[in-house]
């Protein structure tokens, strides 16, 4: 499965930007179960932002409780983040992740997961 991530830029402290995120196969997806977005900083390590699973649960890490929103489109295997009262530390990479993605297959299910390529988010004060 690839994820082609889009969405990210330069903003000032406050703004807001949304980030999407498109799963797509040379099989046809059938489902996802875990869409989420991942962060890594200058320096740091990679870090989980949000996570939705295929039920609409939602999962923040607590920087970004009350500004950030997951979401997902599943008719469009579409995951996005509403990132809002943007901060200086939420500048990073954002990688989106699809976790047990089911793919049609003649031979069965067939099951994986995918990363995308990041997206830079540049917050500046």
């Known amino acids: 499965v690839q994820l082609q991530a889009s969405g990210g830029g330069m903003v000032q402290a406050g703004g807001s930007l949304r980030l999407s995120c498109v799963a797509s196969?040379?099989?046809?997806?059938?489902?996802?179960?875990?869409m989420g977005w991942y962060r890594q900083a200058p320096g740091e390590q990679r870090e989980m932002v949000a996570v939705i699973t295929s039920a609409g649960l939602t999962t923040y890490t607590d920087s970004a409780k009350g500004r950030f929103t997951i979401s997902r489109e599943d008719a469009k295997n579409t995951v996005y983040l509403q990132m809002n009262s943007l901060k200086r530390e939420d500048t990073g990479v954002y990688y989106c992740?699809?976790?047990?993605?089911?793919?049609?297959?003649?031979?069965?299910?067939?099951?994986?997961?995918?990363w995308g390529q990041g997206t830079q988010v540049t917050v500046s004060s």
């Open positions: 196969s040379s099989a046809p997806i059938f489902a996802i179960n875990n």
């Open positions: 992740n699809a976790d047990r993605v089911r793919l049609y297959s003649d031979l069965g299910p067939i099951y994986t997961d995918g």
